[in-house]
C-alpha cells in the first residue's frame, strides 16, 4: 500500500501530459476549418494600408526634404 502512494505521483504525470494533448489536438481540429473574412476586418485592413501608405510618403517627403536643405 506504501509503494502504491509513491507510485500515484509517477504514473499521474504521463497520464495528464496525454490527457492534456489529446484536448489540445481536439481543440486545433476544430479551428482547422477555414473562417470567412469579416467585411469590416477587410476594410479595416485597406484604410490602416492607405494611411502606411500616406505616412510613407510622408516621411519620403521629408527625407528628400532635409537632404536638399543639408546640400
Request: glycine residues 4%; negative net charge; charged residues 15%.
Amino acid at each position: 500500500m506504501d509503494k502504491l502512494i509513491y507510485l500515484l505521483p509517477i504514473l499521474a504525470c504521463p497520464i495528464m501530459m496525454g490527457a492534456m494533448m489529446w484536448f489540445m489536438m481536439r481543440g486545433n481540429n476544430a479551428a482547422a476549418t477555414p473562417a470567412q473574412p469579416d467585411p469590416n476586418t477587410q476594410e479595416a485592413i485597406a484604410v490602416l494600408r492607405a494611411e502606411i501608405a500616406t505616412l510613407r510618403a510622408a516621411q519620403t517627403g521629408q527625407a528628400h526634404h532635409t537632404s536638399d536643405s543639408a546640400a
